[in-house]
């Protein structure tokens, strides 16, 4: 039973980067997922999350209209689209599951299992 969160690595200001979190041993169907990211000195933050049917989409208000969350439960797969990239996104990004995540879905305790995180650089 594994989540895995990987497609990280460096981007331009302005540019993007695709993360995708797999999941193996379990079906993802059954779990709304979020994404979240750590950066240097700084707390983990919740970024944005989507629910099973995904039909209910939350956004931290930094990653508005930049960032895109979308699954494809057909392959066992969420995705992150960064687009716009920004010097301050540069974080580690991890995903996580929950059973539901409701209004708290910004808060680690909502989320019962990990993935390892992916490293993203926004730099030029």
């Known amino acids: 039973v594994q989540l895995q969160a990987y497609g990280g690595g460096l981007a331009q200001p302005g540019g993007f980067l695709r993360l995708s979190c797999a999941a193996s041993?379990?079906?993802?169907?059954?779990?709304?997922v979020g994404w979240f990211r750590q950066a240097p000195g700084k707390e983990r933050e919740g970024v944005l999350c989507i629910s099973k049917s995904s039909d209910i989409t939350y956004y931290g208000d930094s990653v508005k209209g930049r960032f895109t969350i979308s699954r494809d439960n057909a392959k066992n797969t969420v995705y992150l689209q960064m687009n716009s990239l920004k010097p301050e996104d540069t974080a580690v990004y991890y995903c996580?599951?929950?059973?539901?995540?409701?209004?708290?879905?910004?808060?680690?305790?909502?989320?019962?299992?990990w993935g390892q995180g992916t490293l993203v650089t926004v730099s030029s």
């Open positions: 041993g379990f079906t993802l169907d059954y779990y709304d």
């Open positions: 996580a599951i929950a059973r539901t995540f409701g209004i708290n879905w910004h808060y680690e305790s909502t989320y019962d299992r």
